[in-house]
């Protein structure tokens, strides 16, 4: 399984990005996907998930300013951030968990991360 992650940058605050992951190596229809951040010095965070089933959840930090979103015949997962704050700063890591069922377990896989810098 490869996850492949786009769009991160340099954004003013106030300012728009949207990120993709683009998968391979699973049926990713089944897979439930997310977003996760680490800034410096801090733990990884989640950000924002989306099930095989379309159902969602964010953090309470990006709730009403960001988006996921997946497109299940790209095998693309993506993540809309309005309204960026200096505090967003992080690098962001997509993540895939495929459930193999009882026998074999649950998997997660990662991306390299994507860098998103706001400016004040």
């Known amino acids: 399984v490869q996850l492949v992650e786009s769009g991160g940058g340099l954004v003013q605050a106030g300012g728009s990005l949207t990120l993709s992951c683009a998968t391979s190596g699973s049926i990713f229809s089944r897979d439930d996907m997310a977003w996760y951040r680490q800034a410096p010095g801090k733990q990884r965070e989640l950000v924002a998930g989306?099930?095989?089933?379309?159902?969602?959840n964010y953090a309470d930090s990006v709730k009403g300013r960001f988006t996921i979103s997946r497109d299940n015949v790209k095998d693309t997962v993506y993540l809309r951030m309005n309204k960026l704050k200096p505090e967003d700063t992080a690098a962001y890591y997509c993540?895939?968990?495929?459930?193999?069922?009882?026998?074999?377990?649950?998997?997660?896989?990662w991306g390299q991360g994507t860098q998103v810098t706001v400016s004040a």
């Open positions: 993540n895939l968990r495929e459930d193999m069922g009882v026998q074999f377990g649950v998997f997660d896989y």
């Open positions: 989306i099930t095989s089933g379309m159902s969602t």
